[in-house]
């Protein structure tokens, strides 16, 4: 994210999801079934729990918002797994230009997406961090309270898990 808050308290509501809704989207996306409901409960808490933000403290404004949503994600995949099966995720169709190469892509990664909810929640959500949104194995070890062992441990299993789901495809 290029920009960032000192103080997000300070900020009204509609700049934060302007400045930080699409990261949060990303998420949603990737890891709940249903992500446009994710996406409203992360932003009904995140926003009446920002005051609880430090902005002296040792962390980023993103990485608490990463954090937040990270956790209210893993409790509702909890809640849905407690009350029955996984409902799985609708499509998303994205524009796509009139090229061979950017139909390939598209389809390659439409194909990713759809086969991220086949990963555990714990390796799911490792290779979305790391991969898709390019955060750093210490900044996964941070976000998931998890040793650098098995946050490495889990991309390594979700990475050969996406390779037998996408069947060498590429």
Known sequence: MSRTFDDPNALDSDALVRAYGPVVWSLCRRLDPEPEDA???VWERVL???HRFDPAGSGSFATWLRT???RLLIDRHRRRTVRGPVVEPRE???STVAVDDALDAHSRRQRLEDALPGLP???RRCVVLHHIEGLSLDAIVDLEGVPLGTVK???HRGRARLA???GGHR
Do not use: K
Request: glycine share 4%; charged share 20%; aromatic share 4%.
């Open 121 to 123: 929640a714990d390796q």
């Open 68 to 70: 937040v949503t990270r």
């Open 164 to 166: 037998t789901l996408l």
């Open 92 to 94: 998303l169709t994205g």
């Open 48 to 50: 009446t729990r920002v």
């Open 39 to 41: 996406y409203q409960h």
């Open 153 to 155: 441990s889990r991309l």
